[in-house]
């Protein structure tokens, strides 16, 4: 019972991340689309804020501590995430794929001088994904290592050799 709470508690964190990070996306691509297309950014009514952002970087932050806490329980990976969310490919790397992806596009608009600048925001939105990732990386491969150092066996003393 205790396990099904923990995903449960895990799933909603991430989807409530998953929510505002989308809005916060949506609003810094529509922020991008605003400067290519001409309109002047502080008169473009759909930009995301940095307040939203933060809210959304908390939410992420949450999930992913409650998940490395609940590692470090010693609760197993199928405990912490659910049968559906092991992949290959994780949930992790799919956000800093599509925040990279649209760091990659904005900064190609600025060398094609399409826009002025990368916006502060995204800036700061694909550090923090970045440093959280990596974070949980580090978190994991640090467990692991204890891990496996916990379930080796003492090395056994070397018996001298008798002659007979």
Known sequence: MAENS????????FWLALAFG???????????AGQVSGFVLDKFPLKSSL???????ALLSAYAGQKEFSRWQSDPDSTVLGSKTIKKISRGEIIIGLWTLLLGAAVLLVITAHITAV???LLITVGE?????????????LKNKKTARAGKPAAEPVKPETAD
């Not at 989308?22 to 991008?32: D, Q, T």
């Not at 307040?51 to 970087?57: A, E, S």
Request: proline fraction near 0%.
């Open 6 to 13: 923990k995903h449960k508690r895990s799933e909603i964190l």
């Open 22 to 32: 989308a809005a916060h996306f949506i609003g810094i691509s529509l922020e991008i």
């Open 51 to 57: 307040f939203l952002g933060n809210i959304y970087l």
């Open 119 to 121: 916006s502060e925001n």
């Open 129 to 141: 994904v970045v440093i959280i990732y990596f974070g949980t990386g580090a978190s994991k491969y």
